[in-house]
């Protein structure tokens, strides 16, 4: 990244540090994230986009006993056509080693997003994305706790997701990484196959996993035993 991107990109977060949002819950029904509608844009990795401008961080706890607590915070927007997602993760080290899609990337540091559209269907779509850029996207039934994803099909066109990362630096240190990704209603038929209106909500669930010493997790709403398909336990996410 030249000095003139890292100025720029240095001033975009000391901006979006003013309009965090800590509103975490502690369990239950209690996270609840307003979402803005935006018109669609390309991904940087960076979070570059002046459409993030407009969408406040929220920070999501860090919930392991051991290990390093860095920070951990995104932002959410959704258009006619998907929602967008931004990752934020302080980092030291980073852990990845997996090299193709729809691999099991929450073996290695990962971020993922939980949707689940309808509260009436026992299924929910799962989204991971690895500092490598490499993304396992599923839709997954769970019945009474006995769950399996299952991979898109003509995963194509206005089907595929967009995603892209960015590992930051100063000089040869790492001190984090950003992920962005935009998921599009079109592969979410047909639990969720057109925008939603003002005022709609979905449960969602947000997290991170990092791998510097052992495995330790952020979560937005925490769920019980650290078990991330503990869909009872998501959050809201309302649209504005």
Known sequence: MNFFKQVFFFSFL??????????PGQGGDTALLKVKHTADFVL?????????ASAGWVLLPFRSNTGVGYRTQLKCLYSDSGIYFLYQCEDKKITATLTADFADLYNEDVVEVFLRSDENLPMYFEYELSPLNFELPILVPNIKGDFFGWRPWHYDG???????????????TVTGWTAEFFIPYALLKPMAAKAPKKGDR?????????????????????????????YERFGTIEFE
């Open 14 to 23: 000391m901006t979006g540090f003013a309009g965090l949002q800590a509103q």
């Open 44 to 52: 940087s990795g960076d979070g570059s986009a002046v459409n993030w």
């Open 158 to 172: 206005i089907r595929k997701t967009r995603h892209s990362t960015h590992i930051n630096k100063t000089g040869d």
């Open 202 to 230: 979905w449960k969602a669930n947000f997290y991170r996993i990092d791998y510097d010493k052992g495995e330790v997790t952020w979560q937005w709403n925490l769920v019980r035993e650290e078990r991330f398909h503990d």
